[in-house]
């Protein structure tokens, strides 16, 4: 019982510094957002579920024992998730923002205070946390989901311009270390959710290899009748057709008649200069 809890200690700092980058990885997300000014091809709901589920969190480790760990990850989460909803609120166009607020107050507000009162008011002792523990679990399996909108726009578009790689790639990572932690704690509503999340999360990095290799291969195309013209001009084996004595006597000819104008043309410039130039020194 005592290495299985050293080992649960272990996985659930593993967790709190994985889940700790996984908070921090949609900064380049908001970076390009603050360079841009602006929120286009960005969706909020993945922030808006993560704030609701890691409030919920905090709710279901006050309600056990043992659960420090989760109060101080979900505790970071809380702070820097209504950072990221907050910024996002002012880079947001006008139809993008009004549908944040909306599903703040359909989720945090409104889902969030419900909880709380129907736990507090029609459970009690263990039936409670386990009521609480089935709803994080259920709505930690949202923010997993969350992401796959921005996977259905990656297929549509066959673009990952709008996917946050890293966000796959650790989210996948604290899947695992959540796992572990909350099957060593025997606590299902932990370790359950973090199994699809794990799927998910592998699904999102094979997408992104795929279709940012086809990306790549797009463009090298596109760019290829470019080169294309280039290497026609330069490459081309084929002579020019050999010219008659009489076409080579023309050209001669047309080559002295050009210099001749050029020359008289020269002259003429001069002449009209010279009696200006007479004048003003007179």
Not at 65 to 88: A, H, P, W
């Given at each position: 019982?005592?290495i299985?809890?050293?080992?649960a200690?272990?996985?659930?700092?593993l967790?709190?510094?994985v889940?700790?980058?996984?908070?921090?990885?949609?900064?380049?997300?908001?970076?390009?957002?603050?360079?841009?000014?602006?929120?286009?091809?960005y969706?909020?709901?993945?922030?808006?579920?993560?704030?609701?589920?890691?409030?919920?969190?905090?709710?279901?480790?006050?309600?056990?024992t043992n659960?420090?760990?989760?109060?101080?990850?979900?505790s970071?989460?809380?702070?820097?998730e209504t950072?990221?909803?907050?910024?996002?609120?002012?880079?947001?166009?006008?139809?993008a923002?009004?549908q944040?607020?909306?599903?703040?107050?359909?989720?945090?507000v409104g889902?969030?205070?419900?909880?709380i009162?129907?736990?507090?008011?029609l459970f009690?002792?263990v039936a409670?946390g386990q009521?609480?523990?089935?709803?994080?679990?259920?709505?930690?399996?949202c923010v997993?989901?969350?992401?796959?909108?921005?996977v259905?726009?990656v297929?549509?578009?066959?673009?990952?311009?709008?996917?946050?790689?890293?966000?796959?790639?650790?989210?996948?990572l604290?899947?695992?270390?959540?796992?572990f932690y909350?099957?060593?704690?025997?606590?299902?509503?932990?370790?359950?959710?973090n199994?699809?999340?794990?799927?998910?999360?592998?699904?999102q990095?094979?997408?992104?290899?795929?279709?940012?290799?086809?990306?790549?291969?797009?463009?090298?195309?596109?760019?290829?009748?470019e080169l294309?013209?280039?290497?026609?001009?330069l490459?081309?084996?084929?002579k020019?057709?050999?010219l008659?004595?009489?076409?080579?006597i023309?050209?001669l000819?047309?080559s002295?008649l050009?210099?001749?104008?050029?020359?008289?043309a020269?002259?003429?410039?001069?002449?009209?200069?010279?009696p200006?130039?007479q004048t003003?020194?007179?």
């Amino acid at each position: 019982m005592a290495i299985s809890g050293h080992w649960a200690f272990a996985f659930g700092v593993l967790g709190n510094i994985v889940s700790f980058i996984v908070f921090l990885s949609p900064l380049p997300t908001f970076y390009k957002i603050y360079k841009k000014k602006s929120t286009e091809g960005y969706q909020s709901i993945p922030y808006v579920i993560a704030l609701f589920s890691s409030m919920l969190w905090i709710y279901y480790a006050f309600l056990k024992t043992n659960t420090t760990l989760l109060i101080t990850i979900n505790s970071f989460g809380v702070f820097i998730e209504t950072i990221y909803v907050g910024f996002y609120l002012f880079y947001a166009p006008k139809k993008a923002r009004i549908q944040t607020v909306k599903m703040l107050l359909l989720t945090v507000v409104g889902g969030f205070g419900a909880i709380i009162l129907i736990a507090q008011f029609l459970f009690k002792g263990v039936a409670r946390g386990q009521v609480v523990g089935w709803v994080c679990l259920v709505f930690s399996l949202c923010v997993f989901v969350a992401p796959l909108c921005i996977v259905r726009k990656v297929i549509k578009t066959k673009s990952v311009e709008y996917m946050p790689l890293l966000l796959s790639v650790f989210l996948t990572l604290s899947a695992v270390m959540w796992f572990f932690y909350g099957l060593l704690l025997k606590d299902i509503n932990i370790a359950a959710p973090n199994i699809l999340g794990f799927i998910f999360g592998i699904l999102q990095i094979v997408l992104y290899v795929i279709y940012n290799k086809k990306e790549k291969h797009i463009l090298k195309e596109q760019n290829l009748p470019e080169l294309q013209n280039h290497v026609i001009i330069l490459e081309d084996n084929k002579k020019l057709p050999e010219l008659t004595e009489e076409q080579k006597i023309d050209i001669l000819k047309l080559s002295k008649l050009v210099s001749s104008l050029h020359e008289n043309a020269c002259a003429a410039a001069k002449e009209e200069k010279l009696p200006k130039l007479q004048t003003v020194q007179a």
